[in-house]
C-alpha cells in the first residue's frame, strides 16, 4: 500500500497548479483580484471536486496495478541499452541499438531515460512508480483542459480513467509514448491561456521524444496564425526549431547523418503484425509504398477539407481568412478578440484524430496518442449520448483484442470513420471571444 500512498500524497498538488497559479507579489492588486476569481469560479465549478475524486481513485487503482498485476517485457530493456551506449560516449545514431532494434527516437528521448535510468537504476519497479506518478500527472492535466473547455458532462469525466489499455501502456510497458503525450497535453494546457511561446517550446519537447506529436502540428500552425501575426508565428517556430537543434547538437555536430536520418526517419515501414488498423489490408499492399502514398493523400485532404469548412468557417475559408490578415502581416481585426478555449482544443484534436485515422500503422502503445481526445470529440458530435458511449466503448474494445485481427481492425476503422463523420456534421462555433477586461472582473465580483 506504500505504493497507493505515494500517488495520493503528491496528486492534488497538480490540479491544483492547473487551477490557479499564486500572484506575484510584483503583480499589481487588480490582477491578483483577477486570478482570485478564476480560482473561485474553478471551485465553484462541480466538475472540479468530482476531477479530483477520479485523480484520487485512479491513483490507487494505480498503485493496485504495480502492486499485483505482473509487469510485461517489451520495450524497457532495449531502452536502457540504448541510454547505456549513450552514456558510454557513442554518438553515431546508427550504433545505439537494443534488443528491438536501432534508435528511432529524437535525442530528447536519451536525456529523458538516462534520467529515467539514474533514478531508477534501471530498474522495473521503481520505473513502474515513476510511471505510475507520470500517469497521474498527466490525467491532471487531462481533466484540468476538460474542465476549463467546459464541452463533456461532469459524469463522462470518469471515461478518462476507464481504459485497461492505457493503465497498461503506462505501468505496465513504460513506453515513452507517455512522456510525449503527458508534455503535449501540458502545451495544449498553455495554449488555452495564450501563452504560445512557451507553449511551442514545451511542444517542441514533446517531439524530440517521439514524432507522433507532429500530428497535432498542422492544426496547431493554423492557430498560430490567428492568434499572432507573421512575426509572432516565425518567433514562436524559431523556439520550437532551436530546441530541436539544442536537444540534437551532440549528434549533430559528430554524425548528423546518421541522427537526422534515424531519428527523423518519416518512412519508416513498421511490422504487419503488430499493426491494430488495417489488418485487413494484405500484408504486400500493406508495406507497399502505393498504399502509404493513398493515406498521405487522404491524410492531406482531410486536413485541407477541415481547415476551409469547419476551422476557417467563420472567416470564409482558408483564402478569406489570409485576405481578412492581409497575409498575417496584422493581428485579428479587433485586438479585443482572442480564441476561445473550446476552438483551440477542438482544432488540435481534430487535427490529430485525422492523422490517428490515416495512420498506416498504430502498435498498442499509439493508442495513447488519442485516447484522451475521445471523450471531447464524442460530444463535439451531433450524436445522442448513448451512440457516443457505443463508439467510445467499440473503441476500446478493439484495442484490447490481442492480437488483433482483420475483424477488430476493420471495426476499428469504421468507427473511427464514423466519429469523423460526426465531427464533420457538428456545427462550427465561433472561434472568438471578446477578451475580458480585469477591471471588468473585479466589478463583476464585487457587484
Known amino acids: 500500500m506504500k505504493v497507493v500512498v505515494c500517488f495520493t500524497g503528491a496528486i492534488c498538488s497538480v490540479f491544483m497548479a492547473g487551477a490557479s497559479s499564486p500572484a506575484s507579489l510584483r503583480a499589481s492588486r487588480n490582477r491578483q483580484l483577477g486570478k482570485e476569481t478564476i480560482y473561485s469560479d474553478l471551485l465553484k465549478n462541480p466538475k472540479v471536486p468530482f476531477a479530483f475524486a477520479l485523480i484520487l481513485a485512479d491513483a490507487i487503482l494505480v498503485g493496485l496495478i504495480i502492486a499485483y498485476v505482473p509487469y510485461t517485457k517489451i520495450d524497457w530493456d532495449a531502452y536502457m541499452s540504448q541510454v547505456s551506449g549513450f552514456l558510454g560516449g557513442e554518438r553515431d545514431y546508427g550504433n545505439l541499438k537494443g534488443d528491438t532494434g536501432p534508435l528511432v527516437y529524437p535525442a530528447g528521448f536519451l536525456y529523458l531515460y538516462s534520467a529515467v535510468q539514474n533514478l531508477t537504476g534501471g530498474q522495473v519497479y521503481p520505473a513502474q512508480i515513476l510511471f505510475g506518478v507520470l500517469y497521474i500527472v498527466n490525467l491532471g492535466i487531462v481533466l484540468f483542459i476538460y474542465v476549463k473547455t467546459d464541452v463533456v458532462p ?33 502545451s495544449m494546457a498553455l495554449f488555452l491561456y495564450h501563452k504560445w511561446h512557451l507553449g511551442m517550446l514545451v511542444f517542441s519537447g514533446a517531439v524530440s ?197 482483420p475483424a477488430s481492425s476493420g471495426l476499428l476503422l469504421c468507427l473511427h470513420f464514423l466519429i469523423l463523420v460526426g465531427l464533420w456534421l457538428a456545427p462550427s462555433d465561433d472561434p472568438y471571444q471578446l477578451k475580458e477586461d480585469p477591471k471588468s472582473q473585479i466589478h463583476k465580483k464585487h457587484k
Not at 160 to 166: D, P, Q
Not at 229 to 237: D, E, H, M, R, T
Open 154 to 186: 461532469w459524469w463522462a469525466l470518469c471515461l478518462l480513467c476507464l481504459s485497461k489499455r492505457i493503465h497498461s501502456i503506462f505501468v505496465l510497458r513504460l513506453f515513452n509514448d507517455c512522456f510525449a503525450m503527458t508534455l503535449l497535453h501540458s
Open 209 to 405: 521524444i517521439k514524432m507522433n506529436v507532429l500530428l497535432y502540428a498542422p492544426p496547431l500552425l493554423l492557430l498560430l496564425l490567428k492568434a499572432m501575426n507573421i512575426i509572432g508565428v516565425v518567433s514562436a517556430l524559431a523556439g520550437a526549431a532551436l530546441v530541436q537543434i539544442l536537444v540534437g547538437l551532440p549528434f549533430l555536430i559528430t554524425y548528423p547523418v546518421s541522427y537526422i536520418a534515424n531519428a527523423f526517419d518519416l518512412g519508416r515501414v513498421f511490422i504487419h503484425f503488430w499493426s491494430v488498423n488495417f489488418k485487413f489490408v494484405p500484408e504486400r499492399v500493406f508495406v507497399s509504398k502505393e498504399f502509404a502514398v493513398c493515406l498521405l493523400i487522404a491524410h492531406l485532404c482531410l486536413l485541407a477539407v477541415f481547415a476551409n469548412y469547419k476551422w476557417c468557417k467563420h472567416e470564409s475559408g482558408i483564402i478569406g481568412f489570409m485576405r481578412s490578415r492581409h497575409f498575417f502581416l496584422t493581428l485579428p481585426s479587433s485586438l479585443s478578440r482572442i480564441l476561445t478555449k473550446e476552438h483551440i482544443v477542438t482544432t488540435m484534436f481534430v487535427g490529430n484524430f485525422i492523422g490517428i485515422v490515416c495512420a498506416r500503422s498504430l502498435h498498442y502503445q499509439f493508442y495513447s496518442w488519442y485516447f484522451y481526445s475521445l471523450p471531447y470529440l464524442l460530444w463535439r458530435t451531433p450524436f445522442p449520448t448513448w451512440l457516443r458511449l457505443i463508439l467510445f466503448l467499440g473503441i476500446e474494445l478493439c484495442w484490447n483484442v490481442y492480437p488483433s485481427t
